[in-house]
């Protein structure tokens, strides 16, 4: 069973759409995080939630809304993208914050 | 900037040999992460080293951590073709939240 499961896998979309990227952790955790990874391979935290509430917004764009329905799925949805959005998008989990994390296999996002 | 720093960017070493990665960060640390990525996958964890550990060993891997010098390395011994991958380090602050290092791209050739 995948542990962190994230959907869709690719995503290609032309600019000013809208689009969601789900994200579903089967391990228990109560930390879930997003990670954007550019085409340098740099990693930068976006949001991370603690049990369904926010405890971290790296000033995001407010185009980027997370949405956690319960502690074991955190969306994301992106309204009007652009084209420096594409990128790939890791969601990971984590039992507390500070522990080892989970990443799934990401959703490369690209815009045209 | 959020990143720390890795050296090398980038490693080619023949299979056998052994491999060090370093990372260097600016702020304090609740404890240190090592991850590995393969091309166009997600994240592996490999070895947590805590502020107050100053070495820690798992298989081939042997990560130390150096508080005073804000800095930890990995090494990977007897290196195979199939540990070819970026490696990154991971802070943890006092946030819940990892920050990532820039990455080694590691290749290990036959």
């Known amino acids: 069973d995948t542990a962190v499961s994230q959907t869709p896998k690719y995503l290609v979309t032309q600019m000013g759409n809208d689009k969601s990227i789900k994200c579903e952790q089967n391990?228990?955790?109560?930390?879930m995080y997003w990670y954007k990874q550019d085409s340098k391979k740099f990693l930068k935290i976006m949001f991370s939630y603690n049990n369904k509430e926010l405890i971290i917004n790296e000033t995001v764009p407010n185009r980027f809304s997370p949405k956690s329905p319960d502690k074991a799925h955190l969306n994301l949805h992106i309204n009007s993208l652009e084209l420096g959005d594409s990128a790939v998008y890791f969601c990971?989990?984590?039992?507390?914050?500070?522990?080892?994390?989970?990443f799934g296999q990401g959703t490369r996002l690209t815009v045209v | 900037s959020q990143q720390g720093e890795e050296d090398p960017q980038a490693l080619s070493i023949q299979e056998g040999e052994n491999a060090t990665m370093n990372c260097s960060y600016k702020t304090s640390i609740n404890n240190l992460q090592w991850y590995r990525q393969n091309s166009g996958r997600g994240l592996v964890h490999l070895i947590l080293i805590r502020s107050n550990e100053r070495e820690k060993h798992s298989g081939r891997l042997r990560v130390t951590l150096d508080t005073s010098k804000k800095s930890s390395s990995l090494l990977i011994t007897a290196s195979r073709a199939a540990d070819t991958a970026s490696y990154f380090c991971?802070?943890?602050?006092?946030?819940?939240?990892?920050?990532f290092g820039t990455g080694t791209r590691l290749q290990v050739t036959l």
């Open positions: 990971a989990s984590s039992l507390k914050g500070n522990t080892e994390a989970f």
């Open positions: 391990l228990g955790h109560d930390t």
């Open positions: 991971a802070k943890t602050g006092t946030a819940s939240k990892l920050t």
